[in-house]
């Protein structure tokens, strides 16, 4: 299994940024999949998750109304929109993905919000 996430960078307050993560190694289309969150110094953080055929979202109240997750399975990929970003939304963001019973992460994608 391998997840490699891209379309991070830095942006200012109120911008927006989409993030990509393509994934091999499995079934991409039979699973769910979800996008966390770390700040530095804190603990990594469940931003949103999708439903294998994309009909279901949920988000973290954090994100909700800013931030979408879709996913095209033709391509392997899932992506998360950001728009109206804030300082607080600065992090490294992490596809993940369970397969088997094991958990998967991607080397992750700084996001920056500042000015």
Known sequence: ?????SG??????GGSLRLSCVASGF???SRGMSWYRQAL?????????ITSAGGVT???????????ISRDNAKNTVYLQMNSLKPEDTAVYFCHA?????????????VTVSS
């Open 27 to 29: 079934t991409f289309s």
């Open 41 to 49: 110094g804190k603990e990594r953080e469940l931003v949103g998750t």
């Open 58 to 68: 949920n988000y973290a109240d954090s994100v909700k109304g800013r931030f979408t």
């Open 8 to 13: 991070g960078g830095l942006v200012q307050p």
């Open 1 to 5: 299994v391998q997840l490699v996430e």
């Open 98 to 110: 369970r397969v088997q019973l094991r958990n998967y992460w991607g080397q992750g994608t700084q």
